[in-house]
């Protein structure tokens, strides 16, 4: 599978882009605004055919490429299906197949950062949005998080995969790329907590609201910028 990890530094969100090399059919998870044309000049240069634009959750942090990546290049824009983004054309629920060639990921819903997160399991890896951060976790405190929720959909559902699957989040903010479900289950300092300890952490952890929410919940309940397109 073709695979690459980019990043968006004004966000600190890591944007996903998958391929089947055979038929060049490519998947997109959690594009970013500012980011569509090294985006699209990437896809083109590698001639694939973009076929989802995905997004885990209706982010608060940036504004989704979804609706222009449709608009430009034709492809499916998908979000959970409880997410009130009318505007995408596949709403997604657990255990939802996406087919790219030869390839393919599984949905898994994760609610807790937002009550709409997903998480996409591929034979190898996951991409844990902001349920499972590497070291961390998504917030809680806004957007419907709930972090009881938030615990469940860690322990009970991306820690029943296999230890060595790779987890690839939404953010991080220390330089960090990739870590396993093996490696957090040890070392997550929020997830050793332990149940109430944990619930009480992201309870007290009092951040200030992103500087963008204002735009770009909005914005992300349209498809982004130019919905209509
Ligand atoms: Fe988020």
Redesign the pocket.
């Known amino acids: 599978m073709l695979f690459r990890q980019l990043f968006d530094a004004a966000s600190s969100t890591y944007t996903y882009l998958l391929a089947d090399p055979a038929s060049g059919e490519a998947v997109i998870i959690d594009p970013v605004s500012e980011q569509l044309e090294r985006d699209i000049g990437l896809i083109t240069e590698l001639g694939l055919t973009l076929r989802y634009a995905i997004d885990t959750?209706v982010?608060?942090?940036h504004v989704t490429a979804a609706g222009l990546l449709r608009t430009r290049l034709g492809c499916i824009t998908a979000i959970s299906a409880q997410a009130g983004v009318d505007c995408a054309n596949l709403p997604l629920r657990e255990g939802d197949i996406i087919r790219f060639g030869a390839h393919s990921l599984r949905v898994l819903e994760t609610p807790g950062?937002?009550n709409t997160?997903l998480s996409l399991v591929g034979p190898d890896r996951v991409f844990s949005?902001?349920a499972l951060l590497i070291r961390g976790c998504?917030r809680s405190d806004f957007?419907s998080g709930d972090a009881e929720r938030l615990y469940h959909s860690i322990t009970r559902k991306l820690f029943s995969l296999p230890d060595e699957t790779l987890v690839y989040p939404?953010?991080d903010y220390r330089g960090m790329t990739l870590s396993t479900i093996g490696e957090e289950k040890r070392h997550n300092p929020r997830l050793r907590l332990g149940h109430e300890g944990f619930v009480h952490f992201m309870k007290t952890l009092d951040l200030p609201y992103p500087q963008r929410m204002q735009e770009a919940v909005p914005a992300n309940e349209h498809c982004g910028r130019n919905p209509g397109g």
């Open positions: 959750h982010h608060a942090d950062h937002t997160c949005g902001d998504g957007q939404s953010h």
